[in-house]
Every structure is written in C-alpha cells, then in structure tokens.
C-alpha cells in the first residue's frame, strides 16, 4: 500500500485505511495494476549489483516486477491481500514467479531480518518510523532507495491531504544520513490532469568510510 489520502492515481493511502479497504481498491481497478517502477530507481539499477530485494508495501508490484525482471530474488511485502494476488498474477504472465515472494503483513509491525537485502525499495509509503529497521535489514553494501510525497508551499493534488504522510524539506535526507547518499533530490513534476506531485527520493548504501566508489550518473 502506498500513501495517498484523496486521489485515485499511481499512489495512495488514506489516513485510518485498514487492509479492506485496499483489498476493494486493488480489486476494483482503481489502483492501476501496473504502475510504472520509479524512474530514479531505473536508472541506477544497472549498477546495484543482484541480491535479494524487498519491495516494501509493494501495492500491485510497482518495483517488485522490474526488479524481478532485472534479476533479483524478490519479496513483495504488503496489507492487502489482494494487492499481492495481483503481483503474483502479473509475474506468472511475465515467467518471473520463481523470482517473487510475497509476504502479506503490515509493515508497521513487520519484523524485519538483519543484514538481510541488497536492495530495499519503498516508494510512496511514509516510512520515517521504520527507517534504522530498514538500514539495519540491509546486508553491508546494500541499497535503500525511498521516495515519497513532499509538503509543498504550492498546490500538490497527487498525494496525501494532508501532511501527515508528507516529507517535509530534507526530512528524508536527513534519515539518511547514517548510509552513504549517492542521489538527492527535491522535485515537482507536472503528470496528466494537473496531478502535480511534489517528490523526494533518496538513493543510499550501506557503506563506510571517507573513500569509497560511487555509481556514474544516469544520464
């Protein structure tokens, strides 16, 4: 499940939905069942090495699917049990059920293993609570990529109501500051039927030291 308190678009969350409530969402097409992976995410992956991957609160499968597909053993964590029937659905189409594990659990309460992934993904669900969960659930080396809705002085309509599930400016920055940061960055971008989005996403490693090797820059 993502966080998107009032729209109907690629992302969502209402502030008190419980895991029906999404199970209705998902099964009546009102999430798109196929969202596109992230962009940012895209574009470094050929870089990360393989591994293990999580797609934490994973929706229909927005970057369990890509990673699946660019050669990662993936679990897809989410609520709804009917998000996760489509993700499996979606892999069986594509040959990639063998590479796809899903996990129906509330990942506000998920215990998550220790130096376990190669790469966690979380996009558009408000995770600041469990964030040294997530770092500590990298293996050394590992990758975390987040991205979530921004509060923003001017109108956003994609996203939360609110901003309850928003970063504020350089909230998701600072969280990160415990992992090497290899991209930053703040944007807003226009999308179709003035969905304005304000984003923030934040690409960082498990890694130490003042001298260290850093991915090019996607083009």
Do not use: K
């Amino acid at each position: 499940m993502s966080d998107d308190a009032t729209s109907t678009d690629d992302t969502g969350q209402t502030e008190d939905a419980e895991p029906t409530d999404w199970d209705e969402r998902f099964a009546s097409g009102e999430y798109p069942r196929d969202p596109e992976p992230s962009p940012v995410l895209c574009s470094y992956e050929p870089s990360i090495p393989d591994g293990r991957a999580l797609d934490l609160a994973t929706g229909t499968g927005r970057n369990a699917l890509f990673l699946a597909a660019a050669g990662y053993d993936v679990v897809a964590l989410d609520a709804s049990a009917e998000g996760l029937r489509i993700v499996r659905e979606r892999a069986a189409e594509r040959g990639l059920g063998g590479r796809i594990e899903t996990v129906h659990a509330d990942a506000t309460e998920y215990d998550f293993p220790t130096d376990r992934y190669d790469l966690i993904a979380v996009s558009f669900y408000h995770t600041l609570d469990r964030f040294t969960d997530l770092c500590e659930s990298l293996a050394e080396g590992g990758y975390l990529f987040v991205e979530g809705h921004l509060r923003s002085a001017e109108p956003t309509p994609s996203g939360p109501s609110t901003d309850r599930y928003r970063f504020g400016a350089n909230e998701l920055l600072r969280a990160g500051l415990g992992l090497t940061v290899l991209h930053y960055d703040e944007t807003t971008e226009e999308r179709p039927g003035d969905r304005r989005r304000a984003t923030a996403r934040l690409l960082a490693r498990r890694s130490h030291g003042t001298r260290q090797s850093y991915p090019e820059r996607p083009e």
